[in-house]
């Protein structure tokens, strides 16, 4: 690993911590598991990955993570999140757990599990224009939906009328799994905007 | 219910939809829950998944008779109570059993040993189904064997109702230890290994060039304390079901929850430490040693 190598966190308390882990590895990151607070300061960027956002936000909460992880995407931290990183970054979740706590990061309202049970899953082409002509191959498992866009938040893509992929500022959410279908442009426009923000 | 989109590109029930979910589980825990209540408390706790059963194994093992699917009316009422998914089990070889947790819309099916099997000779042909399965397994032949007829997440079987982890430490060692005998093989010599676990080859060329199962392996059967829980994640299991181990204890809600923080900070002794003060009694448990092999559930399933 070169010494100029953007270094990139993945929070890893619940979830496909290894998907995201390889994907990035794959992109010359230089990849640490993020379980506490020392090891989120040592990272310039950091992706909250897929799995259940109740049980990954009840353990931030354990662990001491959700305040330094709330400053540091203030502070202007590029983040990415899947799925239950989504719902974590949301101002506000819709149908979550009565005590459930987002991070924050992202201005818009998510509703949990909006495409029904795991029955309904599904895999699809996806246009994210902001990616290029080439279409996402998405992967959407339990998969929530955006159901309100705060003023700066941009849409980056959408299946019919619903909202599954937004962006603010440094912040990307999207409501699929870009990790387990090989699709690497969300994890290399993360690491475009580390580069970017740390200078290296 | 709202209408996935029906584009020619969009597909439900892929391999990879139905590895996905057991890939987003893995850290977690998924507990044996028998009431609404119970899924609520599950839930609180952190559980990643409930699993609604109308008895946990150690009632099943203490009251005899013919164990079968769980009423849907339960299963309903779970569904009902909780966000997470809700997993339930089918028995080993009841492929209508099946059927009918699939038109109940559960997130996982577990055909599971801990059921009375309902075929002595075929598992169920989990491919035609949208729902996935996850099945036990005591080794990597019969890890493969399942994966084959299309199981999309493992779970070494442990023995269920025992309170006694040693068997889910002999499962989880014997499946990752014939793993790292198979990285050491030349081609030639994989053959035979395919031939004498009873598993395809191409499925066995597969594992031994990625060092691991195509699907998730979590860990299950007698896991009733945190240092159990982390044990099992030190030894590389990706998560843990916990049955009778909760609910069966002195006090279910602390006991969940320090389950929970122990298997996420699996490698960290003073945060095990910490999950394991003041949770009361575990559950008393019988030694695996003092069954008699027609009680042992393991020894279902081939």
Known sequence: ?200 | MIENPSTSTSATGSARVKRGLAEMLKGGVIMDVVTPEQARIAEDAGAVAVMALERVPADIRAQGGVARMSDPDLIDAIKAEVSIPVMAKARIGHFVEAQVLEALEVDYIDESEVLSPADYVNHIDKWPFTVPFVCGATNLGEALRRITEGAAMIRSKGEAGTGDVSEATKHIRTIKGEIRHLQGLSKDELYVAAKELQAPFDLVAEVAERGALPVVLFTAGGVATPADAAMMMQLGADGVFVGSGIFKSGSPERRAAAIVKATAAFDDPKAIADASRGLGEAMVGINVADLPAPHRLAERGW
């Open chain 1, 1 to 200: 690993m070169s010494a100029g190598a953007p270094r990139v966190g993945v929070l890893a308390l619940q979830g496909d911590v290894r998907e995201h882990a390889a994907m990035l590895e794959s992109l010359g990151a230089e990849v640490s598991l993020v379980r506490s607070p020392a090891q989120l300061a040592a990272v310039d960027g950091l992706v909250l990955p897929g799995g259940e956002s109740s049980v990954i936000d009840k353990l931030a909460r354990q662990l001491e993570l959700r305040e330094p992880i709330r400053e540091r995407i203030s502070a202007g931290m590029p983040v990415l999140g899947t799925c239950a990183g989504l719902i974590l970054l949301a101002e506000r979740i819709l149908d979550g757990l009565p005590t459930q706590l987002p991070f924050g990061g992202l201005d818009v309202d998510v509703r949990r599990n909006a495409f029904g049970s795991q029955v309904d899953s599904f895999e699809t082409e996806l246009e994210v224009p902001a990616l290029g002509a080439e279409p996402v191959h998405a992967t959407f498992i339990r998969a929530p939906v955006v159901e309100r866009v705060g003023e700066g938040v941009e849409v980056l893509a959408a299946v019919g009328e619903r909202i599954v992929a937004v962006e603010q500022g440094a912040v990307t959410g999207i409501a699929f799994h870009p990790e387990v279908g090989g699709e690497p442009r969300f994890h290399r426009r993360l690491l475009d905007r580390v580069e970017r923000v740390s200078g290296a």
